[in-house]
C-alpha cells in the first residue's frame, strides 16, 4: 500500500506564510533586582502582549525573529530580539528623564522623583488641534481615577462634570478649578476656556497633594495654566477650523393638484361608488387654476 503524504502550511490573512508560534517566559526586574509585576510586554506591530505577574514573570507565543517590546511607567522601554531560546530575563533602567520632570502643586512646583502625592499632568506642546467644543473633552482618556459625563450636546450646554476618584459626598462633588493661581468653585470657567489657550493640566487626586486648598480641594483639584509669551520672541499662531453638511434625503413632495386628487380616490376606494368626496369639484379647480391662493 502506498502511503499518502499531506504537506499543510499555515499561510497567514495576506497569504504570507506564518512562523511558528513559540511560547517565550521570562522575568522583568529593575537594576536593583525587584520585580516589575504589571510591565506591558507586547510584540512589536502587533496587538499581541500579556503583563508580567507578582513576581514580575510573564509567558507569550511569539514566533522566532519577532521583537519583544517591554515597558514599565519610569523605566525606559527594552527591546529584545526572540532567537531559539526560551527563556529572556529583561532588567528595565529607570528613566531620569521623566523623573526630573516638574509637576505643578499648589502654588510651587516638586520634581516627580520628590512628588509623593498622587498627581497627573499632561502638557500641550503645540497648539491643541483637536475638534472639540470645550476644554473639558480634552480629559477624556488622559487621567487614570478622572471621570468625566457630557449630559448634553446643546451649544452653550455641553460642558462636561469632572468626578475624581468617585464620588465622595451627597453633596456637590465638583473638584476645585484653579486657572492660572485663581480658583473657581464649578466648571463654568474651565469649560469656557478656549482648549487652543491651555498650555498644560495637572491634576491632584488625593488629600496630600490638594491639602494647601484645605477643605476646597477636598474632590480633587484641576490646576489649569495657559498659554503666555516669552520674552525676546515673537510669536504668531493661526487655529482654524472649516466644514459643510448637507441634508442625507431630500424628499420631493406632490404637488396640490395631486395631493387632491390622489385623496379622492382613496375614499373612492374605501367607501365605493357612494363615497363623499374629501374635495368638491369646484375646489378641485379652484387649486388647479390658483383662484383661491389663500385657501389653497
Known sequence: MKA????????????????????????????????????????????????TDVDGSYSI???E???LEISFVGFTTAKISIGTSKVYDVTLVEDATLLDEVAVVGYSTQKKVNLTGSVATISFKEVT????SNSGQLLYGRFSGVQLTQSSGNPGTDGSSIVIRGIGTFGNSTPLIVIDNIQYTDLTAFNNLAPSDIESITVLKDASASAIYGA?????????????GTKDKFEI????YTGSQETTIS???????????????KFLNNDGPGFIPRYTTAQIDAIRTGSLPDQF
Open 4 to 51: 499518502l503524504i499531506f504537506y499543510f502550511l499555515l499561510l497567514t490573512p495576506m497569504g504570507h506564510l506564518a512562523l511558528a508560534q513559540n511560547v517565550v517566559t521570562g522575568k522583568v526586574s529593575d537594576s536593583n533586582g525587584q520585580p516589575l509585576p504589571g510591565a506591558t510586554i507586547i510584540i512589536q506591530n502587533t496587538t499581541n502582549g500579556t503583563i
Open 61 to 63: 507565543s511569539a514566533a
Open 65 to 67: 525573529g519577532s521583537v
Open 129 to 132: 488641534n483637536q475638534p472639540v
Open 216 to 228: 476646597r480641594g477636598a474632590n480633587g483639584v484641576v490646576l489649569v495654566t495657559t498659554r503666555r
Open 237 to 240: 499662531s493661526y487655529n482654524g
Open 251 to 265: 424628499p420631493t413632495f406632490l404637488g396640490s393638484l395631486d395631493d387632491a386628487t390622489l385623496m379622492n380616490e
